[in-house]
């Protein structure tokens, strides 16, 4: 059995302590890898070999950081396939998916080739007389990224591209769901030029990666994953004098107006519901219905095309690929099919039941089929969780203005949309919504590379974004210097404010 080991120092290596964990194949069910589990020993070595990879990482000049990035890049497509591979047998979404995770995930990588212009600072001369005055952005020292099973490879390279770019060195716990990907970007970042020590790989238990947000030597966090876990991290390395983004769960919202195009609405809320089986923290799991009518006309339309969802393994491609895979575990898929008896028994209405779905050939595997809900309300436990599974729910509001507070009402805010062909309302909808990130006739609105992605409320901790400026911004620190080339010695004591000008 093949054993994902870490990546330390430039080479893998596999835990003095011997222990393995198993990685499973959600279309099977079957073990495809076995993952070394650290030791908290081990992983504060591969903080030690980051922290003494720093300081010459760091005086690396901004262009030749970017040249890696570019040879990174490249790698990244000509192992596109290979990389693919391994996220669908960890993970489980369909080929056409773990493609669109890489490309979103290059994009940002794309963003990092662009560092020399992103940190030059500014410069203003003559402020006063003979005086000028700039600033430097200068990186932070050995920062640290947990993400989530749900991406394997695009959420680490919302952080570790930016960060390595800005100069910093970079220690990243992978999930140990999905830990192959993580692994083999490591291994082409090497082959791309990075420097032995600059990027690290360790897996780990989460009480023993603990160290990543406790260490004095790491100087951020970043991490993805559930509300409880974020906020618990935000407090603790906040506490450690360190900054943090942590961004947690997500309970996303479209609200579908009269006027919107119906069958593009229809199309565009299958899409954002079910793709990656609703694992996504930007999925689209609840529609809020202006109207009973709307709402009769979308059950109409939505009901057939979730019973005809084609849900099996990920592998298949062109006109054979399925449209939905797995959910990730047999644990995962328990609590999925627990939340779908939950809703029963709190009196949603069933529409589309997705308990008990069999994939011929893989009885074993971790398969929800797509399930479809109506007449949620706001007091129900699947309205108010973050189910991150394939349950749509309709909700009904009988105007715009009770829908957008119902919407506004929930605890998380990540991610929102509205489906209009009102321009009026929409820009209401845009400046109104409680949400960081918002979709005008737009499923799934994450932000390109070049914009800061991360939601409002309970779904983010932390005062800086992921990526984008925010992503430069937060792995940087900046020194304004103010200086002074005087033709003479100054020969008068100034014991007043100093003033320029």
Not at 30 to 50: G, P, Y
Not at 236 to 252: C, D, E, L
Not at 288 to 317: C, E, H
Not at 416 to 438: K, L, P, W, Y
Request: glycine share 10%; with cysteine.
């Amino acid at each position: 059995m093949n054993i994902v080991g870490n990546f330390i120092g430039g080479k893998v290596t596999h835990s003095a302590s011997s222990e393995t964990i198993p990685v499973y194949d959600p279309a099977s069910g079957k073990v495809v890898r076995e993952l070394t589990q650290s030791t908290a020993e081990e992983v504060a070595q591969a903080i030690d070999v980051a922290h003494k990879a720093f300081p010459a990482w760091s005086q690396t000049s901004p262009l030749r950081r970017a040249r890696i990035m570019f040879n990174f890049k490249m790698l990244l497509e000509k192992h596109r396939d290979e990389l693919a591979a391994l996220i669908v047998s960890e993970h489980g979404k369909v080929w056409s998916d773990a493609l669109g995770e890489l490309t979103r995930g290059m994009e940002v990588v794309e963003f990092a080739c662009g560092i020399p212009h992103l940190i030059k600072g500014e410069y203003s001369p003559n402020v006063g007389t003979g005086v000028d005055s700039y600033s430097l952005m200068q990186p932070l020292g050995v920062v640290a990224g947990i993400t989530p099973f749900n991406f394997p490879a695009m959420v680490p390279m919302w952080m570790f591209p930016i960060a390595l770019a800005c100069g910093n060195t970079f220690v990243l716990k992978p999930p140990a769901l999905d830990p192959s990907a993580a692994v083999r970007m490591a291994e082409l970042l090497s082959e791309a030029g990075l420097p032995d020590g600059v990027l690290n790989v360790i897996h780990c238990a989460n009480e023993t990666a603990e160290q990543l947000y406790t260490d004095s030597r790491v100087q951020a966090v970043s991490f993805v994953g559930s509300s409880g876990v974020a906020e618990h991290i935000y407090k603790t390395a906040s506490a450690h004098g360190k900054r943090v983004q942590a961004f947690g769960a997500a309970k996303n919202h479209a609200i579908v107006m009269p006027d919107a195009d119906l069958d593009a609405t229809v199309n565009a809320i299958m899409g954002g519901a079910f793709g990656s089986a609703g694992e996504r923290c930007m999925a689209l799991p609840v529609v809020v219905a202006v109207g009973d009518d709307t709402a009769d006309k979308l059950i109409a339309r939505l009901t057939p095309l979730v019973k005809a969802l084609r849900v099996g393994p990920g592998m298949q491609k062109g006109s054979e690929e399925n449209e939905m895979g797995p959910v990730v575990s047999a644990v995962h898929q328990k609590k999925v099919l627990g939340y779908i008896d939950k809703g029963v028994a709190e009196g949603a209405e069933l529409v589309v039941d997705g308990r008990g779905f069999q994939v011929p050939g893989h009885s074993e595997g971790y398969y929800v089929g797509g399930t479809l809900f109506d007449k949620v309300t706001s007091d129900m436990v699947i309205w108010r969780e973050e189910i991150f599974g394939p349950v749509l729910g309709i909700m009904r509001a009988p105007d715009y203005q009770s829908a957008l507070a119902l919407v506004n009402s929930h605890e998380f805010g990540n991610g929102s949309a509205i489906f209009t062909s009102n321009g009026h309302t929409a820009r209401d909808f845009v400046q109104n919504v409680e949400a960081g990130m918002v979709g005008v006739n737009v499923p799934v609105p994450v932000p390109m590379a070049f914009h800061s992605f991360g939601g409002w409320k309970r779904s983010v901790f932390g005062a800086l974004n992921v990526h984008g400026p925010d992503g430069v911004r937060f792995y940087t620190r900046m020194k304004t210097a103010t200086a002074r080339w005087p033709g003479g010695q100054q020969t008068v004591s100034e014991f007043s404010m100093p003033t320029l000008g």
